[in-house]
């Protein structure tokens, strides 16, 4: 079995403090609230000429640039069929059935995701992360996985891994 090595960020560092709200069983939606989320990155890879696989201190500002965004933020899901998004210069306008909601257009993130669970929240990040490590770093980890925490003891993580050319 060959070597693995794995650099961490914790979650302390990466916290995002945001509103948000979930549809569910095809047609519910929740009552708008937030959450003190945490994110935890880990990647996966070889050695580099500095013996790390990634550096710690870029890994964390990296993420952190990521989880900035969504910070006091609305985190609003563009990709819903249920919650409908009418977007203007200076608002969003947020409508399910007949629930009605209009936030400043700055105090929202929209994300290309179908609802803000855990479980996507996870996969944003890591897929923005695995793209700025690719395109400024020239670094693609073999594993990365995203965890994150919407309150204690309970989080979601998405995994990724790198696809291995058949021999
Ligand atoms: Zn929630």
């Known amino acids: 079995m060959p070597e693995r090595f794995k650099v961490h960020v914790s979650k302390d560092y990466l916290v995002f403090c945001s509103g948000h709200f979930i549809s569910y069983e095809g047609d519910k939606c929740e009552r708008l609230h937030g959450h003190n989320y945490r994110a935890f990155v880990e990647v996966e890879g070889p050695l580099d000429e500095n013996f790390y696989v990634f550096d710690f201190i870029a890994l ?3 993420t952190k640039t990521i989880t900035d965004e ?3 933020r ?3 899901p563009t990709r819903n069929r249920v919650i409908l998004l009418e977007e203007s210069a200076r608002s969003v306008r ?3 059935k007949d629930r ?3 936030f400043p257009r700055d105090d929202c993130v929209l ?3 179908e609802n803000t669970t855990a ?3 996870a996969r944003y990040i890591g897929e ?3 793209e700025v490590l690719r395109s400024t770093h020239r670094f693609l980890p073999d594993v990365m996985r995203v965890e994150v925490e919407e309150s204690f003891g309970q989080s979601a993580s998405w995994e990724w891994r790198t696809e291995i050319a058949p021999a």
Do not use: A, G
């Open 60 to 62: 964390k500002t990296l």
């Open 70 to 72: 969504l910070d006091h």
């Open 74 to 76: 609305m985190m609003l």
């Open 94 to 96: 947020v409508r399910y």
């Open 100 to 102: 009605e909601w209009v």
């Open 111 to 113: 994300l290309p995701i």
């Open 119 to 121: 479980e996507l929240l």
């Open 128 to 130: 923005r992360l695995r």
